[in-house]
């Protein structure tokens, strides 16, 4: 079945999406913030990409 549509996107998919593209970052953003206090320094970016939504010529 071809996952396009909300409404057929089960929970689980929903749930291991969620994983990597949440709570993956956060856990990463707090390990690394930690590390730059006890360095004293340093910044977090975060960057995305609308590839996936938009498509441009």
Do not use: C, H, Y
Request: net charge neutral.
């Amino acid at each position: 079945m071809k996952e396009d549509m909300l409404g057929q996107v089960s929970m689980d998919r929903f749930r291991a999406l969620f994983e990597v593209n949440v709570f993956a970052t956060l856990e990463s953003v707090q390990v690394t913030a930690k590390m730059l206090v006890e360095k004293g320094s340093g910044k977090i970016l975060f960057l995305s990409s609308m590839a996936g939504i938009s498509v441009t010529p």
